[in-house]
């Protein structure tokens, strides 16, 4: 099998929190592997990444990677769990990847101080003549997004406030639990935790980042997801 994920940046190994997770899929279903860096999700067949070859199968889409990955390993991911924690899990892995996820992309790309470090992050390997215009059109294009989202149609304090729920919503889940279903981690703590390490561990720190520091049992949380499974989200010096 071969995971193409985007290169690192932000000080993170792996930027994406949907490359993260699939890649602690595979570590924790022991599946051989090797990790190729693409620089332009452009190029992937649905231009985004993560991309999975397995033989002659091509998957895009992160969730769809992991039902191929449970498929083939005959429910390595799902099939433990009861129906009522694959219901919560999903509801938990949604609230993150398509809520508190977009407050993540905010905090990168509409921070006009934090701005510089996407463009050198994500469009270096642009020739320096076009980099600030395929930079910015992109950044219209995120902008666009979000307003579409509907959550960019928010004011700041606004916004805030819908992230703050949003932690708060997960830090309750966790409780005093080390992992939401077990004493081992699960396809659903990969999809949370891989999308927290992203806000944790973003160099320099974005808004988000200072945010999520007032959750400290989500931090903690994060940290146990990727020990358990030996993937970090972050460069580990």
């Not at 985007?6 to 930027?15: I, Q, S, T, W």
């Not at 005959?74 to 508190?100: D, F, K, M, W």
């Not at 992309?105 to 469009?123: E, Q």
């Not at 927290?196 to 720190?205: E, M, S, T």
Request: charged content about 25%; aromatic content about 10%; glycine content about 8%.
């Amino acid at each position: 099998m071969k995971l193409i994920t985007l290169p690192p940046a932000f000080g993170m190994r792996n930027v994406s929190p949907f490359c993260l997770k699939v890649e602690m899929a595979l570590a924790a279903l022991k599946l051989e592997h090797e990790i190729e860096w693409e620089k332009d999700p452009r190029k992937t067949p649905k231009g985004k990444l993560p991309v999975l070859h397995d033989g002659s199968r091509v998957i895009a889409d992160s969730e769809l990677i992991l039902q191929h990955l449970d498929d083939v390993t005959n429910g390595g991911l799902y099939g433990h769990l009861t129906a009522e924690q694959n219901a919560i899990g999903t509801s938990a892995t949604r609230l993150a990847e398509e809520h508190l996820y977009w407050f993540i992309v905010a905090s990168r790309w509409l921070d006009d101080d934090w701005w510089p470090n996407v463009v050198s992050g994500f469009f270096g390997f642009v020739p320096s003549l076009f980099r600030g215009l395929a930079a910015n059109g992109a950044r219209k294009e995120v902008a666009k997004t979000l307003h579409l989202q509907g959550l960019g149609r928010h004011n700041t304090d606004e916004q805030l406030g819908f992230a703050r729920r949003d932690l708060q919503a997960l830090q309750d889940l966790v409780g005093d639990k080390a992992f939401l279903f077990g004493d081992e981690p699960c396809i659903h703590d990969f999809s949370v935790a891989s999308l927290l390490a992203g806000a944790i561990d973003n160099k320099p720190v974005t808004w988000m980042t200072s945010m999520v520091s007032e959750y400290p049992a989500l931090i903690e949380y994060t940290e146990r997801v990727q020990s358990a499974v030996g993937v970090w989200g972050r460069e580990l010096g």
